[in-house]
């Protein structure tokens, strides 16, 4: 089995900075892509950043020049450095890992944009 455990949720104000950290722990050979999506109040989950085993990474276009997703393979974490938060980034944020044919999911962690 797989545990993804995120951290660095919490209340910014407009403008304002925060990162978040994932590490996944378990049964991990031969990890994919790692990334992050969130869940706003009343709408579905979506991607906001994925990078791959070769570094090669994906942006949701409204977080694109802001936001900046890396990895350390050594480590099995994933990060995502947030800046210029806006209101509208206000969401569940969850960690995301694929392995072969697998899907894991962190618990989400709460990013609330708000003056």
């Known amino acids: 089995q797989v545990q993804l455990v995120e951290s660095g949720g919490g209340l910014v104000q407009p403008g304002g900075s925060l990162r978040l950290s994932c590490a996944a722990s378990?049964?991990?050979?031969?990890?994919?892509?790692m990334g992050w999506y969130r869940q706003p109040p009343g709408k579905q989950r979506e991607l906001v950043a994925t990078?791959?085993?070769?570094?090669?990474?994906n942006y949701a276009y409204s977080v694109k020049g802001r936001f900046t997703v890396s990895r350390d393979n050594a480590k099995n974490t994933v990060h995502l450095q947030m800046n210029s938060l806006r209101p509208e980034d206000t969401a569940v944020y969850y960690c995301?890992?694929?392995?072969?044919?697998?899907?894991?999911w962190g618990q989400g962690t709460q990013v609330t944009v708000s003056s």
């Open positions: 995301h890992m694929s392995q072969e044919l697998s899907n894991y």
């Open positions: 378990g049964r991990i050979f031969a990890i994919n892509t």
């Open positions: 990078i791959d085993n070769n570094g090669f990474t």
